[in-house]
């Protein structure tokens, strides 16, 4: 702590703060227009002058570091003046149109304008800069506003690592400018509105809130993005209109971040900021349908309906297949039906698919209905395809599968190792953490065949071949043993089992696992020395002598493999024989995909665990959560996963589905065999928000809310419970999917005489009580105690603060268990059929099955449809153009799209995002080589073959 | 180093950027390189040398805007800078220039509509006993008057 003397009062600050820093946190508020908190100080404005003792002249108090002794004075007459002049500087050249200005209120040079009562300039410039800028649908540049602070430039190069914003110019002509001013478009803009966030003034301007209001009329509603695990929080500016029956209305003008937020301070990335407008859109599902075949069957109407087409994909309008009826028509069909299978086939002939798009209270009742009512363990969910292996492995290791610290941490790491996550794309936020911390000094590794945007950034890109990145990490793993960087004292005291994993270790030298991956074993043991060292890039630990604190991430990547369990295993013997564990900054962290994949897991939506990880297979937390449910019986085996379900339903042995808020049609492997599964059950409930895909194919389906028309929690990736508000009204009849659930649960325990069940919940909150009851880990975690900055689990009571950092002292298991692994490679290798490997994955515009992200304006028209990343090379040589089609072709189907040609992907390799249902790339990956622990499928490597639509004849090269 | 991936750009620049693409200072290095080579900062080449070298577009932009010596349009074939250092000031410069300007029908950091002539003001060419100066190319005009603008700039006339 520093102590210093602002205006004549002793205050106390944090080391390294500015005398800015300490003024504003004792409530002395300088004048300033350049500084921002989340940005480093740049000292141009000129506004926040102080006199400091000892100092000769005014300095900048926004540059100068606080000192022990310091005595600062920020107010006498000649600060004062030289404010004022600045200020009418600052306006001199400033369009004074306050009285239609839609900055008006949140702008702070108005502020200080009216704090320093300048009602006009004495100066008269012309206008300087004058450029307006259109060019993009979410934001708008007007330069006449600019007051040339530079935070958005800082904004864009410090925290998003964008890099698209400069100064240009010099003199009058001096502008804030792309590179040759081009639209924003064709620059590295990732449309992130950071910069729009921290501009002062109306320079830049969320087009979306233009002409809706000024600043104090809008309503302000906190709450949480569930776009990514990130689980950024933000405010939702609305306003009231009047709907088409003269009814008043909440209607969202924007998206705006605020300081107070946890995980993401003001920044949000794209989908958070511009991705919300699905929610108004017209085809959202207002009403319970009923396939017209069934309804027929039912007697419901009397038509002669038009039986549904070939497959659902190509029905031109597929609410066409689809009859609207009354909610209780619709529920009381569906538990019928339910209720029957499961009487004449036996419980597990019922399978249901729970959502990590949906809170924490509608998972828990889902598995609750599953379990409870039909005595199935048959529940899972899309968790399953992309961190299952995580929870298998980090549970093996250290007995609690997530990630072990919080995001924040990863700012004041001194180095960052990356493997199969795109971080800046996936966990955009994350990836500005990552950024903040390389322009620290952070080191940063990245393991990834790909080269993404970070590793551009990166000290060290090991861009190992497809599926060989296990053979890396042993690599480093010998180097660490052979020279002796390994901590001894924590392998001792807080591990067991190393000796026989060291001893692994043996069976691969560096040079062959460089040569297996394709890398320079040179590279391999800088890697190493740097990880095991959490050595920064000029060389040492920020933490003086000893080690620093190095961290993992790692995301689908990792996990999406035949191996993904062992994969896991494997970073965690790297962590724990390095220490690099149980400690601020540093630690083993799985970046979850979607908004409450770890709230999905944690709540028991998987066949092998009840809510709060309690094995089904442990006959006393299984009979005491059996209790708690009035005496319900629940299967004592774990059920069947997705694929397995998939194939169940396939074979006949599942014969009725519920499927609450996901989209397998696009999302699973194999989708011919999805579509060939759902099509052959005699009866499927979907509920959604819009017809999905797979919504299409069933015989009722369910209109649900979205998290903006909902209360309920989300889990994010760092086990942070967070509390969405409801922001706007929900169209039509739709209803939370837990009451959904609960309607369905009441009337099937009437069929089946399950009496004791408790289904009469009276909101969300009511339901997070009774997770509370059932789930150790949420123990504490209920919603009043949210609101804020929310609590991250386990919280066992409610008087416990929550958990950041996992495994302190000591492992959830006790010791970490060291596992050895053999490298293996991928399932499916190329050959000479299908030479190349193809990678799957996410990209930053749009989320999972594009169902919200590609009805929103903006991140539509960023990227509105699907391409084919490929190697230059490969491109050359089979005559591929850039944006020109090509053919991409499995085992299992083929795909046609753009090409997008480069460096991104080695040769012999393409790479395909999965969120376009026109151009699936799950038509091509496999769901037969599953992780044998974890059954997650591998959707990250299979051959394929790549082929110009455009070229005579077939070609196909590989590497 | 190799190249590690398809480039237009000539072999000799290609192998200047990538030795000192990690280097401290590197921007203006490699700017002033290109500029050798090329007279000026095409665009497309400017696209090419962030690419291989990892720099930000707009930063390089930044830099390119704020440097006089930087051109991102092609220079005239001559260029004609007027000196406007205090002596060469005080003794008609500003003259020089708008007489040049007028005759050129060009602005200052502009190039004429043939591409003649670039027109530039530069600050103390060193020969303050001949102000106001005048540097065509590597020619200098000292003591030079409005009136022997167009003298001077027959010398440079084509195929007059
Ligand atoms: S929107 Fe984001 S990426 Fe684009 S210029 Fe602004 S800060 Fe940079
Ligand atoms: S656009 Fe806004 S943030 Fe950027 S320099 Fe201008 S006033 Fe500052
Ligand atoms: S990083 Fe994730 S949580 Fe944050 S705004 Fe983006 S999508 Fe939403
Ligand atoms: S706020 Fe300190 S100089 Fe602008
Ligand atoms: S001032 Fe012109 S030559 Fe010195």
Request: aromatic share 6%; net charge negative.
């Amino acid at each position: 702590m520093v102590r210093l003397k602002i205006d004549g009062r002793e205050l106390e600050t944090a080391q390294g703060n500015t005398i800015l820093d300490a003024a504003l946190e004792a409530g002395i508020d300088i004048p300033r227009l350049c500084a921002h908190p989340e940005l480093t100080p740049s000292g141009g404005c000129r506004l926040c002058m102080v006199e400091v003792s000892g100092i000769q002249g005014m300095q900048t108090s926004c540059t100068l570091e606080a000192r022990d002794g310091m005595e600062v004075v920020t107010v006498t007459e000649e600060i004062e003046n030289h404010r004022k002049i600045t200020l009418d500087g600052f306006i001199s050249d400033h369009p004074l149109d306050c009285v239609t200005c839609d900055k008006a209120g949140a702008c702070e040079l108005q502020e200080l304008a009216y704090r320093y009562d300048l009602k006009e300039t004495s100066m008269h410039f012309e206008l300087g800069r004058t450029l307006f800028q259109d060019d993009n649908p979410a934001f708008l540049r007007d330069h006449k506003y600019c007051i040339l602070c530079g935070r958005c430039v800082r904004a864009c190069s410090e925290v998003v690592g964008a890099d698209a914003l400069e100064y240009a110019d010099r003199g009058f002509e001096s502008h804030i400018a792309t590179a040759f001013d081009r639209p924003m478009e064709e620059s590295p803009c990732v449309f992130c509105g950071s910069c729009v966030e921290v501009c002062p003034t109306a320079a830049l301007m969320t087009k979306s809130r233009l002409r809706k209001g000024r600043e104090w009329e809008l309503g302000k509603v906190r709450s949480v993005c569930t776009y990514c695990g990130v689980g950024c929080q933000m405010e939702y500016r609305t306003r009231q209109v009047l709907d088409a029956q003269g009814k008043s209305k909440t209607e969202i003008v924007s998206v705006n971040g605020f300081p107070e937020a946890p995980a993401n301070g003001v920044f949000l990335c794209t989908k958070g900021r511009y991705g919300w407008d699905y929610i108004a859109k017209p085809d959202r599902l207002d009403m319970p349908l009923i396939r017209k075949d069934l309804a027929f069957e039912l007697g419901i109407t009397r038509e002669a309906w038009e039986l549904p087409g070939d497959s659902p994909l190509k029905v031109k309008d597929a609410r066409d297949n689809f009859v609207p009826v009354s909610w209780d028509q619709a529920l009381d069909v569906v538990a019928d039906r339910l209720a029957k299978t499961v009487k004449e086939n036996g419980p597990d002939s019922v399978g249901g698919l729970a959502s990590a798009r949906c809170s924490n209270e509608d998972n828990y009742t889902f598995q609750k209905l599953m379990r409870s009512e039909f005595g199935t363990n048959n529940v899972d969910h899309c968790a399953r395809l992309c961190h299952a292996s995580t929870v298998a492995g980090l549970a093996k290791a250290f007995g609690s599968g997530a990630m072990t610290n919080s995001i924040g941490e990863v700012r004041h790491a001194d180095c960052i190792f990356i493997t199969g996550s795109n971080t800046s794309e996936a966990h955009p936020v994350i990836g500005y953490e990552v950024t903040r911390a390389l322009r620290k000094g952070a080191s940063l590794i990245v393991v990834d065949p790909r080269r993404i945007p970070l590793a551009r950034k990166a000290t060290i890109h090991l861009q190992a071949k497809s599926g060989t990145d296990i053979w890396v990490f042993q690599g480093m793993m010998r180097v660490i043993r052979d020279e002796k960087l390994a901590d001894e004292e924590f392998i001792k005291t807080r591990t067991e089992g190393f000796e026989l994993f060291a001893s692994g270790l043996e069976d691969v030298t560096v040079e062959e696992a460089a040569r297996v991956a394709g890398v320079d074993a040179e590279d391999i043991r800088r890697a190493a020395r740097i990880y095991a060292g959490g050595i920064r890039q000029e060389g040492v630990s920020k933490y003086g002598e000893g080690r620093g604190r190095s961290t993992i991430l790692y995301s689908m990547g990792i996990t999406q493999r035949s191996n993904g369990t062992e994969l896991v295993l494997t970073l965690a013997n790297l962590a724990m024989m390095c220490g690099m564990i149980g400690k601020e900054s540093s630690g083993v962290n799985p970046l979850r995909g979607q908004g409450n994949v770890q709230g999905a897991c944690d709540l028991g939506a998987l066949p092998n665990v009840l809510p709060g990880y309690q094995a089904v297979t442990d006959d006393a937390l299984r009979t005491t959560v059996e209790k708690k449910w009035g005496g319900a019986t629940i299967p004592n085996k774990p059920g069947l996963t997705i694929v397995e379900m998939m194939r169940a339903a396939e074979s006949g042995d599942i014969k009725a589905m519920f499927i609450m808020g996901e989209n397998p049609m696009i999302s699973d492997p194999n989708i011919t065999h999805v579509e060939h599964s759902l099509r052959t059950l005699p009866f499927l409930v979907v509920a959604d928000i819009f017809l999905t895909e797979t919504a299409q194919l069933a015989h009722v389906v369910l209109p649900a809310r979205a998290a903006l028309e909902k209360v309920g929690t989300f889990t994010n990736t760092e086990r942070r419970v967070q509390l969405s508000r409801q922001v706007v009204a929900a169209p039509g009849e739709a209803r939370e999917d837990w009451r959904i659930v609960s309607e369905i649960g009441k009337r099937v325990a009437k069929i089946l005489g399950h009496t004791d069940t408790r289904w009469d919940f009276r909101d969300s909150a009511d339901v997070a009580e009774e997770i509370s009851l059932v789930s150790p880990i949420y123990g504490g975690i209920v919603h009043e105690r949210l609101p804020g900055d929310g609590l991250n689990w386990p919280c066992p009571d409610k008087n416990h603060p929550g958990t950041p950092i996992l495994h302190v002292g000591q492992f959830k298991r006790g010791k970490g268990a060291f596992t050895p692994v053999t490298p293996k490679g991928p399932a499916e290798m190329p050959d000479e059929e299908y030479p190349f490997y193809l990678g799957t994955g996410r990209m930053l515009y749009h989320y999972h099955t594009g169902t919200m992200s590609r009805r929103t304006e903006v991140l539509h028209w960023k990227q509105p449809k699907a391409y084919v990343e490929i190697h230059e090379d490969d491109a050359a040589e089979m005559g591929i153009a850039d944006g020109k089609p090509v053919v991409v072709e499995s085992r299992r189907g083929s795909i046609r799209a753009a090409a997008r040609v480069g460096t991104t992907v080695q040769r012999g390799m393409v790479f395909i995002p999965f969120h376009f249902r026109e151009a699936a790339a799950n038509l091509l990956t496999q769901d037969e080589n599953l992780d044998p622990t974890a059954k997650i499928p591998e959707l990250k490597v299979c051959a394929v073959k790549v082929t110009n639509p455009a070229a005579k004849k077939k070609v196909a090269v590989a590497s | 180093m190799a190249v590690e991936t398809r480039t237009t750009l000539p072999d000799e620049l290609c192998e200047f950027i990538l030795e000192w693409k990690h280097r401290p200072g590197n921007l203006i290095m490699i700017l002033h390189r290109v500029q050798q080579h090329y007279k000026y900062l095409p665009e497309p080449v400017v696209d090419e040398v962030a690419r291989l070298a990892d720099l930000s577009l707009a930063q390089i932009y930044g830099v390119a805007t704020f440097y006089n010596f930087f051109n991102l349009t092609p220079p005239g074939k001559h260029r004609i800078a007027v000196c406007m250092g205090t002596a060469c000031y005080l003794k008609g410069a500003p003259a020089l220039t708008e007489e040049l300007s007028t005759t050129l029908k060009v602005g200052v950091n502009e190039v004429t509509e043939d591409k003649q002539f670039s027109l530039l003001e530069v600050r103390c060419v060193g020969c303050c006993g001949l102000a106001p100066a005048v540097l065509v190319d590597e020619d200098l005009y000292g003591k030079l008057t409005p009136e022997k603008v167009q003298e001077m700039l027959d010398n440079y006339q084509e195929g007059a």
